[in-house]
C-alpha cells in the first residue's frame, strides 16, 4: 500500500478524524430542560462555590487540550498551525483509542512564547491536563517550564517525555538482554533538541551515569556555542570534557540513541562500540543506520522508531496511559516520578522468559500497556504528592 496516497484519500473520506458526541439526551422539553437551561444553572453555581467541582460536573476531568503551533510538525518541520491540524486529530484518536482520554486538537496561529503561553493559560480551565505537540527546540522548553509553573493541571510536552520514557523502558529491557547495568552503560544520544534532551535527563534519572550528547556540530561540551538547553545538557553530561564529532563519541559506547537524520551512523560506527552493543537508531521514516546493518556490523539489539521492524520505540505505548493514570488521580502535575513509574510498567509487560533481542518492548496493539502504564502513574502521583484524589 501507498500509505501517503492512500491517507490523502482518505482524509478526503474522512473530513476529520475526531467528533463531538453528545453524552446526555436532548430529545424532549425536560431533557433540554435538565442539559441548559433552567436546570443547568444549578451546577454553574455550585462550581462558583467550589471549583473543584468543574472536575466532577463537566468532562473537564477527562478532556485534554493537544496543542501545537505548528513549528515542528513531524518530519516537515514548520509548516504552520493549520497545516499540523491532521496530525493534532490523529493524536486526539490515540488519546481515545488507547486511553479513553477525549482530547481536542488546538492550533495556535503564534511563533511568541508569551502569547502561546498566555494563551494556554486562559483556557485551561476547560481542560484536565495539556498535551504539547510538534513545538520547535528551543521555544517549546520554555513553554512547558512556564505553563508548568502556572497552571494547576498537568502539562506534557509528548515530543520529548513520551518518546523518553518509551525509550527508558525498551533501555532496561535492552540492557537487561546484554545483561549490563544502566550505571555503568556508556551512553551517545544523537540529536540535541527536544527529544534528545529529554531522554538524556529522562535516562539520568533512571541512572544513566555515562552520557554524551551530540549536535551538528559535535559533542555537547561546555564552551560551545549551543542554546540555552543544550548548555544546560553540556555541564551535567561529559564529564570527561571529551571533544569530537559521532563517530568519536560511539568508539567503546555500549549504547547509541539516534533522535537526528537519515544514515548518519555507518557499519564502521557501530563496530567501533563495545561488545553487545545497543542501537537505537530512531530517526523517521529514515533512520540513521538501517536496522539490518546495524545488526551485521555487530549490533546486539536493535530498536527503531518504525513498525516494520522489531523492537518498535513509539511514543503511542505512553502518553494515553501516562495521562489516563494522571486524570484519574487529579493530578495537578507530570513529574519525574510518574515519568520513571511509566518507562518501569511498560517494560516489565516483557516477562523474563519472554525477553529476547528481538522483544524488548510490547507491540503497541497489546492491550495490557493502558491500563498497566495508568495504574503505575496513578500510583507514582499519589506517592510524590501531586494527586488530588
Request: aromatic share 6%; with cysteine; proline share 5%.
Amino acid at each position: 500500500m501507498n500509505y501517503m496516497e492512500e491517507s490523502l484519500r482518505l482524509h478526503g473520506e474522512w473530513q476529520g478524524k475526531i467528533e463531538v458526541v453528545s453524552r446526555v439526551p436532548v430529545k424532549t422539553k425536560d431533557e433540554l430542560s435538565l442539559a441548559y437551561t433552567p436546570g443547568v444553572a444549578q451546577p454553574c453555581l455550585e462550581i462558583q462555590k467550589d471549583y473543584n467541582k468543574s472536575f466532577t460536573l463537566t468532562r473537564r476531568h477527562n478532556l485534554v487540550a493537544v496543542i501545537t503551533d505548528g513549528t515542528a510538525v513531524l518530519g516537515l518541520g514548520d509548516i504552520g498551525p493549520e497545516a499540523g491540524m491532521p496530525v493534532m486529530e490523529g493524536k486526539c484518536a490515540l488519546f481515545k483509542a488507547f486511553g479513553d482520554v477525549d482530547a481536542f486538537p488546538i492550533c495556535v496561529r503564534s511563533k511568541d512564547v508569551d502569547e502561546i503561553v498566555r494563551t494556554v493559560y486562559l483556557i485551561s480551565g476547560s481542560f484536565g491536563g495539556i498535551n504539547l505537540e510538534d513545538i520547535a527546540a528551543p521555544r517549546c522548553f520554555e513553554i512547558e517550564r512556564r505553563l508548568k509553573e502556572i497552571c494547576d493541571i498537568p502539562v506534557f510536552h509528548d515530543d520529548q517525555h513520551g518518546t523518553a520514557v518509551v525509550v527508558g523502558a525498551a533501555l532496561i529491557n535492552a540492557l537487561r538482554v546484554v545483561k549490563k547495568d544502566i550505571g555503568e552503560a556508556k551512553v551517545v544520544i544523537n540529536g540535541a533538541g527536544s527529544a534528545g534532551i529529554a531522554i538524556g535527563k529522562h535516562l539520568m534519572n533512571l541512572g544513566v551515569k555515562h552520557l554524551k550528547m551530540v549536535d551538528r556540530f559535535g559533542i555537547l561540551c561546555e564552551g560551545e556555542q549551543m542554546n540555552s538547553a543544550q548548555e544546560e545538557m553540556a555541564k551535567i553530561t561529559n564529564p570527561e570534557k571529551f571533544a569530537g564529532k559521532l563517530a568519536d563519541a560511539m568508539k567503546n559506547s555500549d549504547v547509541f540513541i539516534g533522535v537526528s537524520a537519515p544514515h548518519v551512523v555507518s557499519k564502521e560506527m557501530i563496530q567501533s562500540m563495545a561488545p553487545d552493543a545497543i542501537v537505537f537508531p530512531m530517526a523517521n521514516p529514515v533512520p540513521e543506520i538501517e536496522p539490518d546493518d546495524a545488526l551485521e556490523a555487530g549490533a546486539a539489539v536493535v530498536g527503531t522508531g518504525r513498525s516494520d521492524h522489531p523492537n518498535q520505540i513509539n511514543n503511542v505505548m505512553c502518553f494515553p496511559g501516562l495521562f489516563r493514570g494522571a486524570l484519574d488521580v487529579r493530578a495537578r502535575d507530570i513529574n519525574e516520578a510518574m515519568k520513571q513509574a511509566a518507562s518501569y510498567a511498560l517494560a516489565d509487560l516483557v516477562a523474563p522468559e519472554e525477553l529476547t533481542a528481538q522483544y524488548i518492548l510490547p507491540v503497541a496493539f497489546d492491550k495490557r500497556i493502558g491500563p498497566a502504564v495508568a495504574a503505575a502513574v496513578a500510583k507514582a502521583a499519589r506517592e510524590s504528592g501531586v494527586a488530588r484524589l
